[in-house]
């Protein structure tokens, strides 16, 4: 059994639909359970609505505290404790939860989650990875929004990260690692791109240069890095 | 009459689409003369095809050096002195033509432009604008590819010249200038988006913030501004 940490506040459509979404998980997958973290007496309406009786597989875990989307981050990540983000982030540090998910502010899941769980050791900065799923393949791509103004050295460090999750999430052999850039040539994009471009080629990664956005889609690296900034851009 | 010189040598498709290009333009418009700078023996075999008797308002400057797409823009400008994306500019240069077109070598095109042409008093870098038609506006997005790592600086300028650009080439009074990031916050983006969105708070040009890339197609600005790095990488 996985027991998942479903954030019942976040989103732009709020718990209706976080609520609606755990009961999708529940249903198709009798392997889950899901802990939802809210508002008790809100969560309990929206669950009425499709599990009259409740669900074996479905929790609820009261707070009544909740992160706005336009909120500050690590301000409010700091001043409400009792936020679901908080609570839910504490439950994966102490085990009690195999994972959390949150649709709410991405800063504060960040900001959280490094506050809470703390970073991998010699990683510098957190990434947000998400995996676009083309016909026959999966291609992971970070950082899609966590960091802005990197340095090499991160981009690096995500490369490093994205390759083990294809490797041992995705189970991808020798993940092809793609540089998001303005052109295939080395010399090509900005001081970023090409500083990155030479740390990647010296690294013990299956490199394959730079990839052009375009390209993606023609399945040409298991994994693309970028800057944080320009992909949400777009 | 306006007259235009035509790269005819440039793009990827070659001679064949850009002399039928200008077989279309004084076809579509009576007030346009087209100069095909390029080989003359390629450019009238191509002409032939659509003119057979030529045309009175389409004329070939033959020469016979051209700019590959893959070479270096600036030791090409360099050394092939007798390219056609040189000779078109040198006709703008001596005024013997109005404007010069090319689909070829873009970095190339730059590297000439300013070598021939020169830049505008005070400004850093050129730019390459693009006009975005919507139902009913005109939307100048600059820079889309000119430059990469990009200054404060050179966005402020770009915003200014892209104002000058609405006003007197669209005809719109008090053009709407916006800045391209990832959330309409000021404190939203990256050091370089920071930086300009105080510079352009405090310029006398009518700034109206940041804009979202979804939200330029919903009439937000009549300018966008950005690095040129962010644009062609999509």
Same mark, same amino acid.
């Given at each position: ?129 998400? !995996? &676009?799923?083309?016909? /026959?393949?999966?291609?992971?791509? #970070?950082? %899609? =929004? ?6 090499? $050295? ?14 041992? !999430? &995705?189970?991808?052999? /020798?993940?092809?690692?793609?540089? #998001?850039? %303005? =052109? ?6 900005? $001081? ?43």
């Amino acid at each position: 059994m996985i027991t998942i940490a479903l954030d019942a506040m976040g989103g732009d459509f709020g718990p209706g639909m976080t609520v609606k979404g755990a009961t999708l998980a529940v249903k198709e997958n009798d392997q889950i359970k899901v802990i939802l973290v809210g508002r008790k007496e809100i969560i309990e309406k929206e669950l009425n609505l499709i599990f009259p009786k409740g669900h074996p597989r479905i929790e609820i875990l009261h707070t009544d505290e909740e992160i706005l989307m336009d909120e500050s981050p690590i301000l409010s990540v700091r001043r409400k404790k009792k936020a679901s983000i908080n609570i839910g982030l504490k439950l994966v540090k102490e085990k009690t939860v195999d994972a959390f998910v949150s649709a709410g502010n991405t800063g504060a899941v960040m900001a959280a989650a490094v506050l809470i769980l703390g970073k991998i050791p010699n990683i510098e900065r957190p990434a947000i990875a998400t !995996v &676009l799923t083309l016909d /026959k393949s999966q291609i992971v791509v #970070l950082d %899609i =929004g966590s960091n802005v103004d990197c340095k090499p $050295s991160y981009l690096m460090e995500f490369a490093i990260m994205g390759d083990y999750f294809a490797q041992y !999430v &995705l189970g991808i052999e /020798k993940p092809r690692v793609g540089l #998001l850039n %303005i =052109g295939e040539e080395s010399e090509k994009g900005n $001081s970023l791109t090409r500083a990155t471009y030479d740390l990647l080629k010296d690294s013990k990664l299956n490199f394959v240069g730079n990839v052009e956005s375009k390209d993606i889609l023609f399945n040409k690296a298991d994994i693309i890095i970028c800057d944080g900034f320009i992909v949400i851009c777009y």
